[in-house]
């Protein structure tokens, strides 16, 4: 008899999940095997990869209020949303005011413990796509259909991915497999190098026989150099061993095989019109009509937006949602005060909204302390569109300057095949692209490259990773404004380089162990 592999049918959803407790397991709705459905829908395969891709930019099926997690707030349970939080808020780059239960931990990076649910609802979307991709992946082995291995390549991309920002925030977590789907006795828990070996092994898998193009918003093989490129470059924090030769391996070939180019026009990246890019490598999508969500760029737009000090319509906003402010750790990289950003010729420094907002940030709480970031926006790069509630531009999850940024880093590590000429050119191409003055070799060192990435890529969920990987986010070399809860900063411990593993999790598998220091 041949095994039943069930698969859930109605706006193409893999499962039902309630949260990362249940014991990593989904329960369809409607039962069917994959060949019954694929009968009844020859492009079933298709919605069903779609909604794996949508895990990362969606919160749930049914509009923005649905979640396919146990979250108060639907939006909050969004993956982008959570990278924002995680990213960027426990860093030097944005700071929240909202005061949300947990969200003060976060935006002062003090005080965490595990029962903060911004890092539950981070754990359990994690844990809710690979059990998707598990379950998608043993119905995909009993069934015939066109574009077979692409597909189970871009599955196992998905559930890498996901495994990714586990091993990034957590450390460790569990190793649920198609091979181990549906068990019920708890996993053992799987250590950081674990997890590694396995992303890493998937990854080397399913590069050489993804396809090299795909439609826009699906992972290629570039795609997935990318994501090898940012375990190699980590792979120091997160095992002990440096892999900065592999890293360059795969960013060599995002730059020379990939065929993206920087796109002449740095606004278009972060507006409503950016699918027409070419510079963006990875987009989680966004759309104001038929893909709603409080959790993708929705967020970053309206949250740093405010009826009572900026022209919403001006950034195609219909609301404000008075959240988010930079830090000076970020627009004092382009100038002392708001004259001085007004008077760089770096676009980049035009990406602020200063009028009616202080320099300082001395309360994180009030809203014109420090500036709001306009670099996300929901106009077209030209400036044209109706405000709307909800963003219709993508996020740029990969693009190629990160990749440039990335080569020159290596190049500055003594990576092999990378020179310090290439190195300079490809700063200065990203820089010469913004109006930004062009660098000499003598400009070229590590804390410039981290001042860069700054420039080029906040705001982008990236931050706290690259802090850490240049041993600055901890400790009191380098401090910014609420790091640590107090105005002017102060030294945090080295258990701050991990998030706590959520109670709920330990709560419901003994076999999790929690991270030093909580």
């Not at 990869?49 to 969004?78: K, M, Q």
Request: hydrophobic fraction near 35%; aromatic fraction near 12%.
């Amino acid at each position: 008899m041949k095994k039943r592999i069930l698969i859930l049918l109605g706006i193409a959803m893999l499962g039902m999940y309630s949260s990362c407790t249940d014991d990593l397991d989904t329960k369809p709705i409607t039962q069917l095997t994959l060949e019954e459905l694929l009968a009844s829908d020859p492009n079933a395969v298709e919605g069903l990869v779609s909604r794996l891709y949508a895990s990362f930019a969606l919160t749930g099926p049914s509009g923005p209020g649905s979640s396919d997690i146990v979250s108060p707030d639907a939006g909050e349970g969004a993956f982008l949303r959570a990278i924002i939080n995680l990213q960027d808020f426990t860093s030097d780059a944005m700071k929240n005011r909202w005061g949300d239960d947990g969200l003060d931990q976060l935006t002062t990076t003090s005080n965490w413990d595990r029962n903060n649910k911004f890092f539950r609802l981070f754990y359990d979307r994690a844990y809710y796509t690979i059990p998707q991709c598990n379950n998608f992946l043993q119905a995909l082995d009993i069934a015939d259909f066109p574009d077979e291995e692409n597909i189970v390549a871009e599955t196992r991309f998905l559930r890498a991915l996901a495994y990714y920002n586990i091993i990034d925030v957590f450390g460790k977590g569990v190793l649920a497999t198609e091979l181990n789907f549906g068990q019920s006795d708890p996993l053992p828990e799987a250590s950081r190098q674990e997890l590694f070996d396995y992303i890493e092994s998937e990854l080397l898998a399913i590069e050489p026989v993804i396809r090299p193009t795909s439609n826009y918003g699906r992972a290629n093989t570039y795609v997935v150099d990318m994501l090898l490129a940012k375990l190699y470059m980590n792979a120091e924090v997160y095992t002990g061993t440096p892999r900065w030769d592999d890293a360059a391996t795969y960013v060599n070939k995002v730059i020379n095989e990939g065929g993206y180019m920087l796109d002449s026009n740095f606004v278009r990246i972060f507006s409503s019109d950016n699918d027409s890019s070419p510079e963006v490598i990875f987009p989680l999508l966004a759309e104001s009509l038929t893909s709603q969500s409080y959790g993708n760029t929705t967020y970053i737009v309206n949250g740093n937006l405010s009826a009572d000090t900026m022209p919403l319509s001006q950034f195609g906003a219909a609301e404000g949602w008075t959240g988010h402010r930079a830090t000076k750790s970020w627009y004092g990289l382009f100038g002392n005060s708001a004259t001085e950003l007004a008077d760089s010729d770096d676009v980049r420094a035009s990406l602020f909204w200063t009028d009616g907002h202080n320099f300082e940030m001395n309360d994180y709480r009030e809203w014109t302390d420090g500036f709001p970031s306009t670099k996300f926006r929901n106009t077209a790069s030209d400036g044209n569109g109706n405000p709307v509630s909800f963003s219709s531009t993508d996020f740029p999850f990969y693009r190629l300057s990160d990749a440039y940024l990335m080569y020159a880093e290596l190049a500055l590590r003594g990576a092999s095949n990378t020179s310090m000429s290439d190195a300079v050119n490809y700063v200065n191409d990203v820089r010469t692209r913004s109006n930004a003055s062009a660098i000499t070799m003598s400009d070229l060192t590590l804390d410039f490259i981290l001042d860069e990435r700054a420039r080029e890529l906040n705001l982008e969920g990236q931050r706290r990773t690259d802090l850490i990987r240049f041993n600055k986010f901890t400790g009191g070399s380098y401090i910014w404004p609420w790091k640590g809860g107090t105005a002017n900063g102060s030294a945090i411990s080295d258990n701050y380089k991990l998030f706590p593993i959520p109670a709920t999790a330990i709560q419901a598998n003994p076999n999790l162990t929690q991270n030093p220091g909580y």
